[in-house]
């Protein structure tokens, strides 16, 4: 194309609003060309300060109070003053209509690609991805947390802040582990959240008095019979099994766990696509901008700023390099998405061998196909081509502490490449990064003591946290608590709150 | 299409109740961080905000999560050299490689938290738990202060203050007042009609009917041109100035120049001083201060000439205290006033002088007086001075204090331990 065809929307660096709508309404055009489904976009204009409570929010436009985000927001503020952090871009929120905020402080460029990176890119993996769909409620979220915010206000107005407080305290400790994995929750408006707020109160409350009966036991059952379990499974959800069945509870306390569990319940699709949906979003907005400019519709110098904070987003520091801290989901994502294009559009042989399904087949489809089934740890297992493992240079370390010294167990080369893909997809398995720990018994005859056992995977021990966290879940259920580490049925550690003489376990 | 918002102009401080949550929920580390800085800070700077560091570990928001040990597999990129198989000695407290991306969970890597407060926050935190001794007087000192306070509602006023309300109930009242008799009218009519179109046909009486119908006609009419709302039935929020009492403080700072007064002693005389104007800033509407230095004769100086120049010569105390009497008596009535005195010395005194101090303070002074606060700054022994206040101090135990200072650092504790909030 030659320049004289260009009619670039924009030639200078600022934003104008009427800018703003027409770069949104060009881009948009090119996704729906490329059959990419969002919901509906907010774009907010905020300032950078603005910006930074968003963050300690994150993102949320609504959020209940607790000193915590206070002290992240203290933190962002301290390092953006110094200037040792620039704010991102953009947060976008997996809500419908769609919020994506730009900061007013960026150029026009930048603008232009927050929109096409937010509102186009994430926006439809939020709407087309699976976990997305089964486990969030695009359209009740903001008036879920709006709600959360006035009943915690109201609660902190009746019980005090800090009552309330070292409830939500207690929550946050376990939030990672206050979510459903297997159960869909089915969506529901604030009002109706509110009315049946109310019903639940009382309903739970009668409930957890089970545990309370006291009439005596028959004889029989007392003695000889082997006492049933109280649970009849193991429980992973910590918060809900709190939520439900901790007897000494009230019910403002429970409705608490339960807003937590909600909000955990929320973010936890994305904690399980970062790869997938960084990936994802950078793929379309590079391609989206290729795209106008290819249509003329920006000028040279809009394309070198773009380009030069693309580079900068996906730069993948070396293990060796100072800078390192992982791999970056940027980098990977848009690796694997823009060659997936690769494999459909341009094949060699070795992707006839690895991806006989997909090579060679329509791209826009395949990348549909794979943004809406996967995960990141499945994503990584079905689609991680010898060829990313080779640009990245991916290897993979065992560390043993059996053995004097790590060794490497796979590199980029024919025999690693499988190696290399399975363990970097278990590397993105949730499962594996937290420990696995569930509640196996409830003490119902004596003590009331909770039990639980913490599976060890390779004989990976808890970390120095643990003895804090069990304090958490101490205080919500109101009796003593036990955990027990397991490797292959053998106990290796034991935690109890409150501690039993000096088994603390020492790191 | 998308909505496009501009919020910029929506508040920007939505995280300060956290913000302040956070605050609170650190007060010991805050207080003492201030505390410390208190005494390390130059004169002129006391005000500023300051930076805040907590240990990491005190900040944590436990979760669980895996420890080193045990065996794992981490991938990274860009590989050199390596090939499968290669072994590695283990870096020292690495666990192989750099980080593997988890250690964000725990926030490792940073031993301290640093945030930074406000000026405000500052002299928040640094004044906390102090109060002033004796209740502060107030007084209605004239115009300046006012408090608006609804009082109820007026059927006159400016647009803006209508209330609609009360405006549109006394529009309803004045419809149902006036329509009231011609309602009734039309009733009656209607049941009359009623009755004359019940009998047959024949026997009706049709003229009537149509003068009963006119009749109802005209009456519906006139109820529908009662005018909807009238300018009276307009009522307006009725707002009264109240006039705000507001408190007014002299400080009267009192210090010896004379000879034995070094450079370092006065600047930690200035030291109390200013933390004591600051904290009477913070409790009154008006804070004024007198400065009076004194060698062997006493004189009013404004600040520059009071912490800056030198003089020598012998010290006569009570030179300052008669003066501090005098300007009490020519400018600051008590019954407008909270006067408070301080005054820092090394306790050097013509010896003859100090029973005539302890007469002038309890008999012309003291009963004036909110508050006395004596420092000495000195490492030597007491003189007679301090002896002499001691009995003062017996008279006037509640508003009178005395302290000694040695080094820079004991000045915000002796500060404190004279302020501190004491159970009423």
Not at chain 1, 156 to 162: C, N, T
Not at chain 2, 226 to 238: Q, R
């Amino acid at each position: 194309m030659t320049s004289t065809d260009r009619t670039p929307i924009s030639t200078g660096s600022e934003w104008t609003f009427e800018l703003i709508d027409e770069y949104d309404r060009q881009i948009g055009r090119i996704a729906a060309e490329f059959g990419l489904e969002t919901y509906r976009n907010q774009i907010e204009i905020i300032s950078s300060e603005q910006m930074m409570d968003a963050y300690a929010a994150s993102g949320m436009p609504v959020y209940y109070r607790h000193w915590s985000f206070g002290k992240h927001f203290l933190n962002i503020e301290n390092h953006y003053n110094r200037g040792q952090m620039g704010l991102a871009y953009e947060i976008v929120i997996n809500s419908n209509p769609c919020i994506a905020y730009l900061m007013e402080e960026n150029t026009m460029a930048m603008q232009a690609l927050v929109i096409a990176h937010a509102c186009y890119g994430h926006n439809s993996f939020f709407k087309g991805n699976y976990l997305f769909r089964t486990w969030t409620d695009a359209d009740s979220i903001v008036d879920y947390m709006l709600f959360a915010r006035n009943y915690i206000a109201k609660c902190e107005e009746k019980h005090g802040i800090e009552a309330v407080e070292s409830v939500l305290d207690s929550c946050h400790a376990l939030m990672n582990y206050g979510v459903d994995r297997y159960k869909r929750p089915y969506p529901i408006s604030a009002e109706e959240e509110q009315r049946r707020q109310v019903e639940r109160e009382a309903y739970l409350q009668q409930q957890v008095n089970d545990l309370w009966r006291t009439i005596p036991a028959g004889k029989a059952e007392k003695k000889g019979q082997k006492h049933k379990p109280f649970l009849d499974e193991p429980q992973e959800n910590l918060l809900y099994f709190l939520e439900k069945k901790a007897p000494l509870l009230e019910p403002w306390q429970r409705e608490i766990i339960r807003i937590v569990r909600k909000v955990a319940q929320y973010f936890y699709p994305q904690r399980q696509t970062q790869v997938m949906n960084e990936g994802w979003a950078t793929f379309w907005h590079y391609t989206l901008l290729n795209e106008l400019y290819d249509r003329g519709l920006v000028t040279d110098g809009f394309m070198f700023e773009f380009l030069q904070s693309h580079t900068s987003v996906i730069y993948q520091p070396p293990f060796d390099s100072p800078h390192y801290s992982g791999i970056n989901p940027y980098t990977l994502g848009f690796a694997m998405m823009s060659d997936l294009r690769r494999i459909c559009e341009n094949p060699t042989d070795e992707d006839q061998h690895w991806f006989p399904d997909i090579a060679g087949s329509n791209w826009v489809e395949t990348l549909q196909f794979a943004m809406r089934n996967f995960k990141d740890e499945s994503f990584i297992q079905q689609f991680l081509s010898p060829k990313v493992i080779r640009d990245l240079k991916l290897f993979c370390v065992l560390d043993d502490d059996n053995r004097n010294e790590i060794e490497i167990s796979a590199i980029h080369d024919e025999e690693g490449y499988r190696t290399v893909r399975e363990q970097l997809a278990g590397q993105y398995n949730l499962g594996n990064r937290e420990p696995n720990i569930q509640i196996v018994d409830i003490d119902m005859r004596g003590d009331r003591a909770m039990y639980l056992e913490h599976i060890q995977h390779n004989r990976r021990p808890l970390d120095e946290n643990t003895q804090e966290v069990l304090r958490h879940l101490h205080q919500l259920w109101g009796f003593d608590v036990h955990l027990q580490s397991l490797q292959d049925g053998e106990v290796t550690a034991t935690f109890h709150c409150p501690e039993e003489d000096e088994e603390r376990a020492h790191h | 299409m998308s909505y496009l918002i501009d919020r910029r102009l929506n508040g920007k401080n939505k995280s300060a109740v956290n913000r302040q949550r956070f605050l609170r929920r650190y007060k010991k580390h805050i207080q003492k961080a201030v505390s410390d800085a208190v005494g390390k800070r130059s004169i002129t700077d006391v005000e500023q905000g300051e930076k805040i560091t907590i240990p990491s570990q005190d900040v944590g928001e436990p979760v669980l999560g895996h420890g080193p040990g045990g065996k794992r597999t981490i991938v990274h990129p860009g590989n050199r050299e390596f090939i499968a198989g290669d072994t590695v000695p283990r870096r020292e407290g690495g666990g192989g490689g750099a980080g593997s991306g988890r250690a964000s969970n725990t926030g490792e890597g940073m031993d301290e938290f640093v945030f930074q407060i406000t000026q405000e926050e500052f002299l928040e935190f640094m004044f906390e738990d102090l109060a002033l001794p004796n209740l502060v007087k107030r007084q209605l000192a004239g115009s300046d202060a006012f408090k608006t306070r609804r009082a109820g509602f007026s059927s006159v006023g400016t647009p803006n203050q209508i209330n609609i309300v009360r405006s549109l109930r006394a529009a309803h009242a004045r419809r149902i007042a006036l329509g009231g008799p011609k309602r009734r009218r039309i009733r009656e009519l209607e049941q009359e009609l009623a009755a004359l179109q019940a009998r047959e046909p024949v026997l009706r009486d049709n003229k009537r009917i149509a003068e009963i119908q006119e009749e109802i006609e005209l009456l519906k009419r006139k109820i529908e041109h009662l005018p909807f709302i009238d300018e009276f039935d307009i009522k307006y929020n009725l707002n009264v100035k109240d006039p705000l009492p507001s408190s007014k403080a002299v400080m009267f700072c009192i210090m010896d120049v004379s000879g034995s007064m070094n450079q370092a002693t006065k600047d930690m005389a200035k030291r109390f001083f200013i933390l004591l104007y600051l904290f009477l800033k913070r409790n009154y509407d008006h804070t004024e201060v007198v400065f009076i230095r004194h060698h062997t004769s006493a004189k009013e100086v404004d600040e520059e000439e009071f912490f800056y120049s030198r003089e020598t010569g012998g010290t006569i105390v009570s030179s300052a205290l008669r003066l501090m009497k005098e300007i009490m008596a020519a400018r600051y009535p008590t019954s407008e006033w909270n006067l408070y005195g301080a005054q820092a010395s090394d306790g050097d005194n013509w010896n003859d002088d100090s029973s005539v101090c302890y007469e002038l303070l309890t008999k012309e002074i003291m009963p004036f007086l909110q508050h006395y606060s004596y420092v000495e700054i000195t490492p030597r022994e007491h003189q007679a001075l301090w002896h002499e206040y001691q009995q003062v101090k017996e008279q006037f135990p509640d508003c009178f204090a005395l302290q000694q200072i040695v080094e820079v650092k004991d000045i915000y504790p002796v500060f404190r331990e004279l302020f501190q909030r004491r159970p009423a």
